[in-house]
């Protein structure tokens, strides 16, 4: 299997798809503006405390007030308290952990209410964004996580992933990181630090150990709270961190700030295969250019087809998520009708494991399965969903069918699951039912080039059209686009769009912003 990684950088939002075998099976997008995201830490203060939760909420600056509960305070939360107060009482000189106070551990059934109180300043780490109508979820158990490492201030274990079997690797990576680890740290060894030596494993560290130190500083400065002190890394060095195996044959970019910052990070980690990045610098849309756009458009929405005819219906309610398994206008096999169960029920089990880890679905998902009456045949089922769940790294238990035919999945859920609306308001006519006449597009198209170049003086620039539209207008010996560079000069580039809907368009300078050229047009 054979892996790809595209990414999209637009000047308001970044998409990251990864393909297996030219097939879509992760999909990642967020905005370009600060937003909360899984491991930042702010430097916060406690707003409310709720003694019926044992748990306390936390203003870190967003809507909603973030959720602590006594138990993510974690053992050694006084020792961080204790370490906070010596680093505010002096903002010249930044004091040493080394020198910290370690505190007796936190007890496991104590309350929030006699250890902490409402304004009191604490560190927190954010481990769930904020879902549907609750806020983001908050431990006090900072983490610092690298490719091969996670470093866990004021925690003095060395543990290692329990991913690697062989005993007496465990021990020899146990060795090596107390030799190496500083007083007052502790560490997680994680799978792919298998077989990896002190040079790489202490570079590593090295780095970590200084987001540590930038972290406290920003604090040891903070002049207003809440404050975010410590940024995780960007989405696509974060999910390259968690996915880079040796299988990459390639990851496209096509942003030079985003290309430079991905060639960096594989050349920390992976010298070796450096050349696999590549800046995308082609005319057409990258995820047109790899056939994404496609996928992305019929992957999502309520509806999925998948081989012969059969599909899923996905329904996402507040509790959990119901999947419905349905044959559609397949022809019956010939071996009859448990057979044809067995093969659309298997299809349908390929193509929910790639759903899952598509729209990062996560909490319950209730499978409705078509009926089998043979044992075997459920049992077959349950192990061909096992195995296509094993290249999901979320955290996930699935139990058997059920005896109403329900297969039970539990997946971990860290952030809101992806939705890609495929259903939208039409930009043609603005939802009013009504457009003008097609025949006249290519005029408008003429009168808002004409606008730009004569009265905005925009000499250069792209016109992304649909592609059946960009096809008309390059047709012919003398193409209707050659006449517009013939009367308007050749600054014009006429782009084919997948994204577009048909009579859309979009204009763009040179460096890629968009120019506003819409206007909505009232049908009578």
């Known amino acids: 299997m054979t892996s790809e990684l595209v990414v999209d950088v637009q000047p308001k939002e970044i998409s990251i798809a990864l393909m297996e075998d030219k097939k879509l099976v992760e999909f990642q997008k967020e905005g370009r503006e600060p937003s909360f995201s899984v491991g930042n830490i702010y430097f916060g203060r406690i707003k409310k405390l ?44 930044l004091y040493p952990i080394e020198k910290a106070t370690v505190m007796p551990d936190m007890e496991k059934d104590g309350t929030v ?14 481990v769930k964004e904020p879902i549907s109508t609750k806020g983001p979820r908050l431990t006090c158990e900072l983490s610092f996580a690298g490719r091969y490492l996670v470093l866990i201030p004021f925690n003095e274990k060395v543990s290692v992933s329990s991913k690697i079997k062989s005993s007496e690797e465990r021990i020899r990576l146990k060795q090596l990181m107390r030799s190496i680890l500083p007083k007052h740290f502790g560490v997680i060894v994680r799978t792919v630090a298998e077989g990896k030596h002190v040079p790489e494993l202490h570079a590593e560290l090295m780095v970590l150990l200084k987001h540590w130190e930038e972290t406290i500083t920003k604090v040891q400065k ?27 044959e390639n990851i496209y970019v096509n942003d030079e700030t985003v290309f430079n910052e991905v060639k960096d990070y594989v050349t920390l980690i992976a010298p070796d295969r450096v050349d696999i ?50 044959s559609g206008n397949r022809s019956k096999s010939e071996n009859g009708q448990e057979a044809n169960a067995l093969d659309v029920n298997l299809g349908a089990a390929d193509e929910l494991a790639r759903q899952l880890r598509l729209r990062d679905m996560g909490g319950i998902i209730v499978v409705d399965f078509i009926d089998m009456n043979l044992a075997e045949n459920r049992q077959k089922l349950y192990e061909r969903m096992c195995q296509n769940m094993q290249q999901d790294r979320a955290k996930h238990n699935i139990l058997p069918l059920s005896k109403f035919g ?8 860290v952030r809101p699951a992806m939705s890609v609306n495929t259903a939208e308001v039409c930009p043609v006519c603005f939802g009013k039912g009504s457009i003008q006449p097609s025949i006249l597009f290519t005029d408008t198209l003429e009168s808002k080039i004409d606008y730009l170049v004569n009265k905005l003086e925009v ?19 003398i193409s209707l686009k050659r006449k517009w560079q013939m009367k308007f000069g050749f600054g014009i580039k006429v782009i084919p769009n997948q994204k577009l809907a048909l009579l859309q368009y979009e204009f763009y300078d040179m460096n890629g912003e968009e120019i506003d050229m819409k206007e909505e047009i009232e049908i009578k």
């Open 277 to 326: 990045v590549k800046q995308y610098k082609g005319e057409l849309p990258i995820f047109d250019n790899f056939a994404i756009t496609k996928q992305i458009k019929s992957s999502f929405g309520k509806t999925i087809s998948y081989k012969h005819g059969a599909y899923l219906i996905i329904e996402h309610t507040e509790a959990l998520h119901v999947v419905d398994v349905n």
């Open 222 to 248: 903070a002049t207003s709270l809440p404050k975010l002190v410590y940024e995780e890394t960007s989405r696509t060095v974060g999910l390259l961190r968690d996915l880079f195996n040796p299988s990459y």
């Open 459 to 477: 000499k250069k620039f792209k016109l992304h059209i649909h592609p059946y539209v960009a096809a008309y207008v390059n047709q012919g010996f």
């Open 50 to 93: 709720m003694p019926g939760l044992n748990a306390c909420f936390v203003d870190v600056g967003f809507g909603k007030d973030a959720f602590l509960h006594y138990l993510d305070l974690g053992p050694q939360f006084r020792s961080y308290q204790k370490y906070l107060k010596q680093v505010l009482s002096d903002k010249k000189k």
């Open 113 to 126: 209410a006699t250890n902490l109180q409402v304004g009191q300043e604490v560190m927190v780490q954010v």
């Open 406 to 413: 329900l297969m039970q999945i539990t997946r971990q859920r």
